[in-house]
């Protein structure tokens, strides 16, 4: 299976919407409100938002693609201030990462966080960092696999909903350093 990872297009949108709406409810609570979580989805993972987040010049969209399908994707805001420190500049949050449940364990995901590492080099960025829902054990062991570091925490308000998310950062410039075998 090849793997091939490209800048997203607006015509992609509409995958990317679909895949956020299926794969959202996997990386967080289980015990979640289906009507808030719905109500979430709609407002921040519809098409309209991803056309935006694509035209937008300070975020990069990469898709991963096998064959002519799009299997996940990442967003890169390079605009994003990150939480829990005085660091302000030269940080690029990784937004969002979801791959379809088809691709888990496939090299997708590890494929999309290399390239979100690349974009941060290109962009001479020098900081990357995360939030992830904080009981999502997978996922953390993932992200730490690939560099992350766990550096605090944060609210996530989903509606009237709180849940605490945890913040991962990592060097970009001493990530293969920190990749764990």
Request: charged share 25%; hydrophobic share 40%; with cysteine.
């Amino acid at each position: 299976m090849t793997i091939d990872i490209k800048q997203a297009t607006i015509t992609d949108a509409k995958v990317l919407s679909n895949i956020a709406e299926l794969t959202f409810a996997l990386a967080g609570p289980e015990n979640a409100d289906k009507q808030e979580m719905a109500d979430y989805i709609s407002e921040y993972l519809n098409e309209s938002v991803f056309q935006d987040l694509i035209s937008n010049d300070n975020i990069f969209v990469g898709c991963a693609q096998i064959d002519s399908d799009i299997a996940g994707f990442f967003v890169l805001r390079f605009d994003s201030k990150q939480p829990n420190t005085e660091q302000t500049d030269n940080a690029a949050e990784l937004q969002r990462l979801y791959v379809l449940p088809e691709y888990h364990g496939s090299n997708v995901a590890k494929s999309l966080v290399s390239a979100a590492f690349s974009a941060c080099e290109k962009n001479k960025t020098k900081v990357i960092w995360l939030c992830v829902f904080s009981e999502n054990q997978r996922a953390k062991k993932f992200y730490a696999k690939n560099g992350f570091q766990e550096a605090g925490s944060i609210d996530f308000k989903m509606g009237s909903e709180i849940h605490l998310d945890t913040v991962m950062v990592a060097d970009v410039d001493n990530r293969q350093q920190s990749l764990k075998i």
